[in-house]
């Protein structure tokens, strides 16, 4: 068995901040473990002992060179082309040795069928969609986190809450089209992640599993036990993990999978967060560094990172990494920003209310005080749209 770690991100600035995210690793091992997917525990962070293995287990350790692939988003119920007809193996001994990069190929065995979970939280694509959708948000326990005695409140709150919210909610996406266009643009990334597995020789499938809206995760699984995926990697599309996003939608994947025999034995691996890694990062710099370039003075342009917002409750009282996390995201994007020569000044807002729109007026106040300009930076989700 051979483990390799993922490449650490750069090393953070203060490291009381830092979040051990690889306490969310669950291990992807060749032989059948209990529990893979326990994420129960998701909430004590401070105290978790989660996924004793911080390595990424890879398997069988042979020489696997993919030949082709085929790319295709999982949502046909088409079984992906045989992976057998896509791998020979070599065995010679010396390539035990291995680079970061070919490791990643050592990923694939034959008989192998991999498939790739993005997990996203999901928008009505209709006005009439409107208020289910709410009522599935609020039905959350991690959304509405209600005592354990008023449990049995959470639907008839849930149903109240959304009734009354549909209204506004609905101009809000009126105002954008009629509809979230999540889905579109999430389809959009897994044809892109498809592509770019392609162009590294792994032949994997992606689906989608949202949270809250079609294609639910349940929709997502049942393809996925469909098409006989044997190695599934879990990527929740928040950078940063919080008990309202990544938290929710992997308690829902726990509870599916402790109930299915082929979920249980299939084994997997989850990234519960990534906003360190210097791939988002480079990226994220690189969008922020064409806007500035926009401007006339561009080191005279104020970089406003808005974030969204989570109760304190879930920071101060559950121990969420999501603040921690991003103030971290955000220094490690402006340390990046400085190495390109670029010394701006920055903030940090997080959005309080659900509906997204306090950013103009904190930006509004900051620009008071400082300069001409600003760009506004949205994290928390990677795609996100501002109404
Ligand atoms: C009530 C609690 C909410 C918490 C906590 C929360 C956290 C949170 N949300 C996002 C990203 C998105 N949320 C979106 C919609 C949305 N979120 C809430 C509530 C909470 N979010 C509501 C009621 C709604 C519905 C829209 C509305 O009525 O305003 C969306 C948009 C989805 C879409 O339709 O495209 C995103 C994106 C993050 C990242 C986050 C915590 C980190
Ligand atoms: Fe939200």
């Known amino acids: ?33 209990p529990s893979r997917l326990s994420l129960s525990r998701t909430y004590s962070i401070k105290s978790s002992s989660i996924g004793s293995a911080t390595g990424l287990c890879l398997g069988q350790c042979c020489r696997i060179k993919p030949l082709s692939c085929k790319c295709k988003l ?8 045989d992976s ?18 070919s490791d990643i190929r050592k990923l694939f065995v034959a008989n192998e069928k991999i498939g790739v979970l993005l997990l996203n939280l999901g928008g009505p694509e209709t006005l009439d969609d409107v208020q289910p959708f709410l009522f599935n948000l609020f039905a959350d326990p991690d959304i509405i986190r209600l005592p354990r005695v008023f449990r049995f409140l959470q639907k008839p709150l849930a149903q109240f809450i959304s009734v009354a919210r549909a209204p506004k909610s609905k101009e809000g996406y009126a105002s954008i ?18 592509e770019a597995l392609c162009g590294k020789d792994i032949p994997a499938k992606v689906y989608v599993g949202m949270r809250y809206w079609h294609p639910f995760t349940e929709e997502a699984i049942e393809q996925i036990k469909k098409d006989g995926i044997t190695k599934l990697v879990v990527l929740p599309l928040y950078p940063q993990f919080s008990i309202s996003t990544s938290g929710s939608s992997l308690r829902l994947l726990e ?15 989850v990234i519960p967060s ?8 480079k990226a994220m710099t690189t969008l922020i ?21 989570v109760p304190l409750a879930y920071v101060e009282e559950a121990g969420d990494p999501y603040k921690a996390e991003m103030e971290e995201c955000v220094d490690l994007i402006m340390e990046e920003l400085e190495k390109r020569g670029m010394a701006n000044p920055c903030t940090l807002a ?20 400082s300069l001409a300009f600003a760009i506004t930076i949205q994290m928390g989700i990677l795609c996100s749209v501002h109404r």
């Not at 990534?274 to 990062?281: A, F, L, S, T, V």
């Not at 560094?289 to 917002?309: C, N, R, T, Y």
């Open 350 to 369: 997080y959005q309080v209310n659900t509906s997204h729109a306090d950013t103009p007026c904190i930006l509004r106040k900051q620009l008071q005080y």
């Open 255 to 269: 509870s599916i999978f402790r109930e299915d025999e082929y979920l249980v034995n299939m084994q997997h691996t």
């Open 74 to 81: 999982g949502r046909s119920s088409q079984p992906p082309p």
């Open 177 to 194: 089209g009629g509809g979230s266009p999540l889905r579109q643009i999430t389809d959009a990334q897994g044809e892109a992640l498809m």
């Open 274 to 281: 990534w906003y360190q890694r210097e791939g988002y990062i």
């Open 289 to 309: 560094e064409k806007e500035l370039l926009k401007f006339p003075k561009p080191q005279k342009v104020m970089i406003f990172f808005s974030a969204h917002g």
């Open 84 to 101: 057998r007809q896509h791998f020979s193996a070599s065995s010679s001994a010396s390539e035990a040795v291995l680079t970061a990069q």
């Open 1 to 33: 068995m051979l483990h390799v770690r993922l490449a650490p991100g750069p090393a953070p600035r203060n490291l009381s901040r830092r979040w051990d995210s690889s306490a969310y690793l669950h291990s992807w091992c060749s032989v059948p473990c």
